[in-house]
């Protein structure tokens, strides 16, 4: 009955690789977001979508492309990895107030 | 732009030693005040949401208050079981259903 659900739990790649991470929400809810946590374990948004249509885009090299086929799952592919790239990466999925409902994290390293 | 900034970073207590987090925001029209748990190589999980100034929410040992420049989550009597880093994020009218994190204060509660 887990709520919000990501895969893999791990990634280790090597660089130039690509790599897609998947999310899923059975919440019921229409936004769904990508974060970058890095070492410092500071949390920052990259994508954000609501029912499919992408409303938030931060920053965030065009190597990352975030795919939503339904409103439930919300992937995140990235291309020609970089050393840089190496963090967790967090889906979650926003409720009627506004709060946000994280998953476990992908921990994704580049070597 | 939305600013939230949590001290301490880190807070060592002993069980039983009640003590107080602090979160101060900077925005434009907050939509709300949020709470988070996160426990290592997990995501954040949510506590509480908070609307506006003078509003209290407890759970367990755990009570958050709100005024019009920051919040306090007060951690009554804990346990070992209560460290964790907090994380505080704040929602405004500008950011639309962005949360902007703060840095968190990684808590620890020995025996």
């Known amino acids: 009955d887990t709520a919000v659900s990501q895969t893999p739990k791990y990634l280790v790649t090597q660089m130039g690789n690509d790599k897609s991470i998947k999310c899923e929400q059975n919440l019921g809810h229409d936004t769904m977001y990508w974060y970058k946590q890095d070492s410092k374990k500071f949390l920052k948004i990259m994508f954000s979508y609501n029912n499919k249509e992408l409303i938030i885009n931060e920053t965030v090299p065009n190597r990352f492309s975030p795919k939503s086929p339904d409103k439930a799952h919300l992937n995140l592919h990235i291309n020609s990895l970089e050393l840089g790239d190496s963090a967790v990466y967090f889906c979650?999925?926003?409720?009627?107030?506004?709060?946000?409902?994280f998953g476990p994290g992908t921990r994704l390293t580049v070597t | 732009e939305d600013q939230v900034t949590q001290s301490p970073e880190a807070l060592r207590l002993q069980e039983g030693e009640s003590s107080s987090l602090n979160c101060s925001y900077t925005v434009s029209g907050l939509r709300g005040l949020f709470w988070y748990r996160q426990d290592p190589g997990k995501g954040p999980e949510f506590l509480f949401t908070l609307y506006s100034a003078g509003e209290e929410k407890e759970k367990e040992r755990l009570k958050a208050t709100l005024t019009k420049k920051e919040s306090f989550l007060h951690i009554t009597a804990p346990k070992p079981e209560d460290s964790a880093t907090y994380l505080c994020?704040?929602?405004?009218?500008?950011?639309?259903?962005?949360?902007?994190f703060g840095e968190g204060t990684q808590l620890t509660v020995n025996p």
């Open positions: 979650a999925s926003r409720g009627f107030s506004y709060e946000q409902y």
């Open positions: 994020a704040v929602v405004s009218e500008a950011s639309g259903s962005r949360l902007t």
